[in-house]
């Protein structure tokens, strides 16, 4: 019932407020109701916490948290805004008339197994079968429909669902306030950017990135204060747009305090190409503010990073592991793993070769021990191996090899593609959605 991600991400804060220290989430999966049929589709998440609670002491709390946040059960198994179950207590074993634990209800629930297989696959439930992990219960789980992970975006129903077979590309639109943007410094300023807007809205663009400070190799830094200065009016204008009310917007940024101005603003999305490598505030900033972060693969810096394109142990492998740190330390922040996206990378501390490879592999990247059920985005909108490849040296040249781009990024699974010429790669997604992702 209601803002279901809302109310979660609630229950998570009033379990910290309270001591019950919130140390790693699961993704939110969303499943048709069970057992009472006529209500609302329900989303399921499992959470990891610390505490000093025994558990009859801890299922006190989390009734009193429930209590708190005003559920009212009218049927049992009915609808509600929240349910907070113990379903393991370490390797304890508990029997009471209250509480038993293991859940009883573990097994037979794949909206209960799918989220604890992400956080720990290989515990048994069992003493008395310690040879059987939370793995082998879902994979002999009978399932019917497959179920996805849900990400929010912007509001109730803007969201990501990287698993569904079925989805559609969602189309990010580029809005450089920057002079020295590789390929469109100095075209976008407050004078024209309404009109811009509303033009990639028409276009068919689902979500706008901000930025104020150019990322390409090469380019010099400007303040965090000059950043502000040009994302935080771009983002009220956006917002003051009724056309624009259930836009997402993005920032390109890898500074917190911009971060925290946009967010303050109306941003929903940070988008750093750093993955917090650059700021060590971003994430514990991102965390307390509740919004959603997209975690890019980048070495070194903008002005470093292409010295640094030795992947030893392999591309696929090599971006795999720095990536999962970085979601490990976002997490370890207080970000909710709902709460990411993630980025290959494509054109930062990768050669062209590489871009190339990156595109025909994305499919064994998202499958990842680890990574599987987060979204992705994919950025490679006429960027400079686009031009090696087709000789096109002017990036706006670059249109119709960024086009096999995205058709590529389609087929490889990603769930958004970050755009210049939005029309055009709108019509090239729709294509690809009909393709590989049909209704």
């Given at each position: 019932m209601g803002d279901r991600v809302a109310e979660i991400e609630r229950a998570c804060r009033e379990m910290d407020r309270r001591g019950i220290r919130v140390t790693r989430t699961s993704s939110l999966w969303e499943t048709e109701p069970m057992y009472v049929l006529d209500q609302d589709p329900?989303?399921?998440g499992a959470c990891e916490v610390e505490t000093d609670l025994e558990p009859l002491t801890l299922l006190d709390q989390l009734q009193a948290i429930e209590n708190d946040m005003g559920r009212h059960k009218v049927i049992d198994k009915g609808p509600r805004n929240i349910d907070l179950d113990i379903l393991l207590y370490g390797d304890e074993t508990v029997n009471h008339e209250r509480l038993n634990v293991p859940h009883i209800g573990i097994p037979e629930r794949e909206f209960v197994l799918r989220p604890l297989s992400e956080l720990i696959p290989s515990k048994s439930l069992y003493p008395?079968?310690?040879?059987?992990?939370?793995?082998?219960?879902?994979?002999?789980?009978r399932q019917g429909e497959p179920l996805s992970s849900m990400t929010p975006l912007r509001g109730v129903s803007h969201t990501l669902t990287p698993l569904l077979h079925n989805r559609k590309t969602q189309v990010m639109a580029i809005l450089n306030l920057t002079p020295d943007s590789f390929s469109d410094g100095g075209k976008?300023?407050?004078?024209?950017?309404?009109?811009?807007?509303?033009?990639?809205?028409?276009?068919?663009?689902?979500?706008?990135?901000?930025?104020?400070?150019?990322?390409?190799?090469?380019?010099?830094?400007?303040?965090?204060?000059?950043?502000?200065?040009?994302?935080?009016?771009?983002?009220?204008?956006?917002?003051?747009?009724?056309e624009a009310c259930n836009i997402a917007i993005s920032v390109d940024t890898y500074r917190a305090f911009v971060a925290e101005k946009a967010i303050a603003s109306g941003a929903d999305i940070i988008n750093d190409v750093s993955a917090g490598l650059l700021?060590?505030?971003?994430?514990?900033?991102?965390?307390?503010?509740?919004?959603?972060?997209?975690?890019?693969?980048?070495?070194?810096?903008?002005?470093?990073?292409?010295?640094?394109?030795?992947?030893?142990?392999?591309?696929?492998?090599?971006?795999?592991?720095?990536?999962?740190?970085?979601?490990?330390?976002?997490?370890?922040?207080?970000?909710?793993?709902?709460?990411?996206?993630?980025?290959?990378?494509?054109?930062?501390?990768?050669?062209?070769?590489?871009?190339?490879?990156?595109?025909?592999?994305?499919?064994?990247?998202?499958?990842?021990?680890?990574?599987?059920?987060?979204?992705?985005?994919?950025?490679?909108?006429?960027?400079?191996?686009?031009?090696?490849?087709?000789?096109?040296?002017?990036?706006?040249?670059?249109?119709?090899?960024?086009?096999?781009?995205?058709?590529?990024?389609?087929?490889?699974?990603?769930?958004?593609?970050?755009?210049?010429?939005?029309?055009e790669m709108a019509k090239v997604t729709a294509m690809a959605d009909a393709i590989w992702r049909p209704s």
């Open positions: 329900f989303l399921n008395s079968k310690p040879w059987k992990v939370v793995q082998d219960y879902l994979n002999e789980l976008n300023d407050l004078t024209n950017l309404r009109d811009t807007v509303l033009r990639h809205i028409r276009d068919g663009a689902t979500i706008l990135d901000v930025g104020g400070q150019s990322t390409a190799p090469g380019r010099p830094e400007v303040t965090a204060q000059e950043e502000a200065s040009r994302v935080v009016p771009a983002i009220e204008l956006i917002r003051s747009l009724p700021d060590p505030d971003m994430f514990s900033t991102v965390a307390r503010l509740g919004k959603t972060i997209c975690l890019m693969h980048m070495r070194g810096t903008p002005q470093t990073m292409m010295d640094l394109t030795s992947y030893e142990g392999g591309l696929i492998p090599t971006i795999a592991s720095e990536l999962l740190q970085r979601i490990s330390a976002a997490e370890a922040a207080g970000i909710r793993r709902w709460r990411i996206i993630l980025d290959p990378g494509i054109g930062f501390a990768k050669t062209a070769d590489q871009n190339l490879e990156l595109l025909r592999c994305l499919d064994e990247l998202r499958a990842w021990p680890g990574l599987g059920g987060l979204p992705w985005l994919v950025g490679s909108s006429r960027k400079s191996f686009i031009g090696k490849v087709t000789g096109s040296e002017e990036p706006s040249n670059r249109i119709w090899g960024t086009a096999a781009t995205m058709a590529a990024a389609v087929q490889g699974g990603a769930d958004m593609v970050r755009v210049h010429d939005v029309s």
